[in-house]
């Protein structure tokens, strides 16, 4: 799909949607362990090295040596590249976090209060829906990150924030978004129409979005292509980068293979509503007219700082780094899609940097409000470590 966006006070806000039918719950599958497996940059366990190299993020990278965020044996090979790229480059930075005020800093924990009391959310959006209790994956989503974008969403508004998380929470039950397999969605990446590749300077995930590679009719499976992609982007997420870059190229597109206004608003209510501040930049390239008017009719619902985030043409080489930018987006990257290795090796990535994830939730006490830079193998302490500062407390 096109353009996802955020959602903030003001703008218009649509149901939360409704899923294609209810999909039976499944257990969290939880990596349990006593104490987890040192960690690289993302997560990943590795092995103890001699000599301590230089971090990136401030944290250390993972083996093999990336010097661009590749491994030394594809950099060197004349071959494409057919897999994911582990790492941002060295020169890829994410923004330091911005200190909380006092105010806010007391919202978010009046917030966090909130959440704690919750013991059973609605399964569906219906009227008077039957509920089940929270999960483990459900509390290991709520993480302090997560509560902070939820109010930023809302500009604050400690009323408003409650509501949307907690429908968030239930679309995510009613659509079914853990239970997304790679299996499900394969036919629909058979042809590499979004891709997972390489970090933008920001040390931000990107996800290329290819619409001439269209291999299917329009169908519910396709906006849940777009879901189970960017649920991969978020595991694979350096810490301290809570958001992604969409690149989407239309050249050699047509006007069939351009999403329909109604779907293109359902991917909107979706990610505006469900993913907010998760959009870092969106850079457009080779939009063709018969786009435009696509743009001009979802136009009224996209909210307008997230048309800020729009870039139309710009040169990429600016944004991502020409190490880690595919050649037909203007990078030095030879990349040929092939399904039988890429799909494989994407979600073998993700899944390893989840599991990583998992068990350092596990670890540090399976806390609602945990950080996001702890579980996902930065320096920050866990909420137990932290149970000194007010702002870690539970």
């Known amino acids: ?32 362990c006593e104490v987890a497996p040192p960690v690289g940059q993302n997560g990943i366990p590795t092995e103890p090295v001699e ?19 590749i491994p030394e044996s594809q950099e060197k090979s004349s071959s494409p590249a057919t897999t994911p790229f582990a790492e941002p480059t060295p020169a890829s930075n994410s923004d330091p976090v911005p ?37 483990d ?25 409650p509501k949307r998380l907690l429908a968030t929470m239930t679309w995510r039950r009613e659509y079914g978004v853990d239970k997304l397999t790679a299996e499900h969605i394969a036919p629909e990446n058979e042809t590499g129409k979004q891709v997972i590749l390489g970090y933008d300077l920001k ?28 649920e991969r982007v978020i595991e694979l997420m ?24 109604g779907q293109g608003r359902q991917v909107l209510n979706i990610l505006q509503s469900h993913y907010p501040e998760r959009l870092g930049r969106a850079y457009v390239i080779n939009l063709p007219w018969f786009v435009n008017g696509f743009f001009k009719f979802i136009s009224p619902f996209i909210d307008p700082l997230t048309r800020e985030k729009l870039k139309f043409n710009e040169d990429l080489r600016e944004h991502v780094p020409p190490s880690q930018l595919l050649s037909s987006m203007g990078g030095d990257v030879e990349f040929a899609y092939d399904h039988s290795i890429y799909w494989p090796a994407l979600n073998e990535m993700a899944e390893e940097r989840r599991q ?35 702002s870690a407390a539970v």
């Open 137 to 161: 994956e459900e509390k290991m989503w709520l993480t302090r990150e997560c509560l902070l974008r939820y109010l930023r969403a809302v500009k604050w508004n400690a009323a408003e924030a």
């Open 99 to 135: 200190q909380l005020t006092a105010e806010q800093q007391a919202k978010y924990q009046d917030l966090l209060n909130t959440v704690h009391s919750w013991t059973s959310i609605p399964n569906t959006s219906a009227k008077n829906a039957p509920t089940a209790p929270i999960t």
């Open 203 to 230: 040390a931000r995930p990107c996800l290329y979005l290819i619409p001439s590679r269209q291999n299917t009719k329009k169908s519910d499976r396709q906006v849940q292509h777009l879901v189970f992609m960017v």
């Open 51 to 69: 000599e301590e190299p230089t971090s990136v993020n401030g944290v250390v990278p993972t083996e093999p040596n990336l010097s661009n965020g």
């Open 1 to 32: 799909m096109s353009v996802p966006g955020e959602a903030h006070d003001g703008v218009q806000e649509a149901n939360p949607g409704t899923s294609n039918g209810t999909v039976q719950e499944q257990p969290l599958r939880l990596a349990v």
């Open 238 to 261: 350096v810490p301290g980068q809570e958001s992604l870059s969409l690149l989407i190229n239309f050249k050699d597109s047509n006007s069939g293979e351009i999403p329909s206004v």
């Open 356 to 390: 990583a994830q998992v068990a350092r939730w596990v670890e540090g006490g399976k806390h609602i409000g945990e950080s996001e830079n702890y579980i996902k193998g930065g320096p920050e302490k866990s909420v137990s470590e932290s149970t000194a500062t007010p």
